[in-house]
T-cell receptor, first 114, second 113 residues
């Protein structure tokens, strides 16, 4: 399968701990996006990369959140000092820069902060 | 700012019934409009899209027409099946805001035999 993959699929952590999620986009896609989805809501944009450059960040992305895409392939999203309000599904998507209308989504990482 | 408002659910229909899920949008630029579907336990999948006014997107019997005059992109299907049970999200992508997507809150559809 050559779709977008995310790891882990589920993460349970205690408040105050740090967590890191990984996203592997479709191999030829140079754009990569992170979204957050809370229960009963649609996904909300967090940030996106074109190759290794982080081009835009939402104001939803507090200082505790950091994302990287060091070699322009996979990306990581780290949340430091997790809070219960961080509990959500974190979605990754990828696209070609020449066709940003067509984003392919991964299955998501469900984070539960106790 | 950009936003999408879609019909609240849940929606329950009998098999072969007609489906409409309403979606309206607000955008500052020239948006593309989308419907995504999320089946139970799966990720978001693109169902259909339209990139300019009066375009009609269609896929798997679903249709939606980009109406600039009413800022709407309603999803329709003439005869739903049990396998259409899922959550449907309306979304827009606005080239004026970096191509990030704005999603509606989703509408849950259950089709009963």
């Amino acid at each position: 399968d050559t779709g977008v993959s995310q790891d882990p699929r589920h993460k349970i952590t205690k408040r105050g701990q740090n967590v890191t999620f990984r996203c592997d986009p479709i191999s030829e896609h140079n754009r990569l996006y992170w979204y957050r989805q809370t229960l009963g809501q649609g996904p909300e944009f967090l940030t996106y990369f074109q190759n290794e450059a982080q081009l835009e960040k939402s104001r939803l992305l507090s200082d505790r959140f950091s994302a990287e895409r060091p070699k322009g392939s996979f990306s990581t999203l780290e949340i430091q000092r997790t809070e219960q309000g961080d509990s959500a599904m974190y979605l990754c998507a990828s696209s070609l820069a020449t066709d940003t209308d067509t984003q392919y989504f991964g299955p998501g990482t469900r984070l539960t902060v106790l | 700012g950009d936003s999408v408002t879609q019909m609240e659910g849940p929606v329950t229909l009998s098999e072969e019934a007609f489906l409409t899920i309403n979606c309206t949008y607000t955008a500052t630029g020239y948006p593309s409009l989308f419907w995504y579907v999320q089946y139970p336990g799966e990720g978001l999948q693109l169902l259909l899209k339209a990139t300019k006014a009066d375009d009609k997107g269609s896929n798997k019997g679903f249709e939606a027409t980009y109406r600039k005059e009413t800022t709407s992109f309603h999803l329709e299907k003439g005869s739903v099946q049990v396998s259409d049970s899922a959550v449907y999200f309306c979304a827009l992508s606005d080239r004026g805001t970096g191509n990030q997507f704005y999603f509606g809150t989703g509408t849950s559809l259950t089709v009963i035999p």
